[in-house]
């Protein structure tokens, strides 16, 4: 199957390559990301910058080999020394105040172009004033941010007072970095608002690469709800083996994460815990689900993107980047001819169940064909296409500048 090209994009990913290649020939470049511990939203988004630039160095603080994305290991591949320690290729996040130590250690001074991939943080790097530096934001650190009395809530009593002690000096850190990133990407509107909040920074939004292409529709649906996450906090999985357990409907959920043993002792029979897929099971259980459950708040979230490129509708929580890639309703117009989903309004066992029920309510109105056309505008061939024209146009305005 071929991808479609937005017809609003007047060139092909390739052209605008090739224009960029021409108008900086030799061009270096360095692609910085957080880490490189799973394969996720963030792994795919470095992969497709990798593949608009062939040439790039990749950095990351932290950086498990096994986990490097096959596409990326025929690039030259650096990691900080916090990738040496003992323990950091798991306990990652607990070495955040070695973080802006590691990030401005690394040399860039010998590239053109610097991109950091930011949630984690990697835009903290130190470029020389000939570099161009372009921030791809997923989100401002979520855990020193709005997610700071989560996080902190979450951690042991000795884990949680250094991170108490340490998470204002990384906010100040974090914040006095933005000044070093000279165009700033935001993955969604949403993080657009993020990074004005946190940053006091505008950005330009270009949404994340969605591999909608290689979905189908099913000739029949399961019986089953489908959770497609990482096992991790703020993901709020629990709400959703909840949810499901009360309405005794089954439950397969995808993923891997540090809450694991705590969601198996939540789940009951009805739950069925997959672990990791590959690509061509992944498509296998997107497309005979009933619908994917999103319970969490996101920046973006490929997950309902995918859910839809298999026909299949989305539940979710109303908040987030989901509100720009699924088309839904939070009351009983659910289904109608231009939905792809339904939200509930609150992070409660109580909404999501009732918005569970509303949707089996109207499920057999929903339309798998519409509901696959509509996330073609989120496809990889897009996404380049509007990096590379991005890329160009900054690079052409800083090499004014400088």
Not at 32 to 58: C, K, M, N
Not at 164 to 185: N, P, Q
Not at 294 to 314: K, L, M, N, T, Y
Request: glycine residues 6%; aromatic residues 12%; proline residues 5%.
């Amino acid at each position: 199957m071929t991808e479609s090209v937005d017809a609003n994009v007047p060139a092909t990913w390739t052209e605008e390559s090739d224009r960029l290649s021409k108008i900086f020939p030799g061009l270096r470049v360095a692609i910085v990301h957080y880490w490189f511990t799973a394969y996720g939203g963030g792994e795919r988004v470095v992969e497709s910058l990798s593949e608009i630039f062939p040439q790039a160095d990749i950095f990351a603080l932290v950086a498990d080999r096994d986990a490097i994305p096959p596409a990326l290991r025929r690039h030259f591949v650096a990691d900080s020394f916090v990738s040496g320690i003992p323990g950091a290729k798991r306990w990652y996040r607990n070495f955040l105040p070695l973080y802006p130590i590691a990030l401005e250690q690394f040399d860039l001074s010998a590239y053109d172009l610097v991109i950091s991939s930011e949630s984690g943080p990697a835009k903290g790097v130190i470029t020389s004033p000939q570099t161009c530096h372009i921030c791809y934001c997923h989100s401002p650190m979520r855990y020193i941010w709005d997610l700071y009395h989560q996080s902190r809530n979450s951690m042991n009593p000795v884990t949680r007072a250094i991170f108490s002690a340490t998470a204002h000096y990384m906010r100040l850190w974090d914040f006095s970095t933005a000044a070093r990133v000279d165009y700033f990407v935001a993955n969604s509107r949403h993080i657009a608002a993020r990074i004005r909040k946190c940053y006091r920074r505008e950005s330009t939004v270009i949404h994340p690469p969605a591999n909608w292409a290689e979905g189908y529709i099913a000739e029949k649906v399961g019986d089953y709800y489908l959770v497609v996450s990482r096992l991790v906090p703020y993901k709020r999985v629990d709400l959703a083996i909840e949810a499901c357990s009360r309405l005794q409907r089954r439950l397969r959920i995808v993923g891997t994460g540090s809450e694991y043993k705590r969601l198996r002792k939540l789940a009951g029979p009805n739950v069925e815990f997959i672990g990791q897929l590959d690509e061509q099971s992944l498509h296998e259980i997107y497309a005979n689900c009933r619908a994917l459950v999103f319970p969490g708040e996101e920046d973006f979230g490929i997950a309902p993107v995918e859910a839809q490129s298999h026909g299949r509708p989305v539940i979710a929580y109303g908040r987030g980047g989901v509100l720009e890639t699924v088309s839904g309703e939070f009351g009983d117009d659910a289904g109608a001819a231009n939905s792809t989903g339904v939200f509930f309004q609150q992070p409660s066992l109580e909404s999501l169940c009732e918005a569970i029920s509303r949707f089996e309510r109207v499920e057999g109105r929903f339309q798998p064909e519409f509901i696959r056309a509509s996330v073609e505008r989120f496809g990889l061939g897009r996404f380049k296409e509007e990096f590379a024209a991005f890329a160009t146009e900054k690079l052409e305005l800083f090499s004014q500048m400088t």
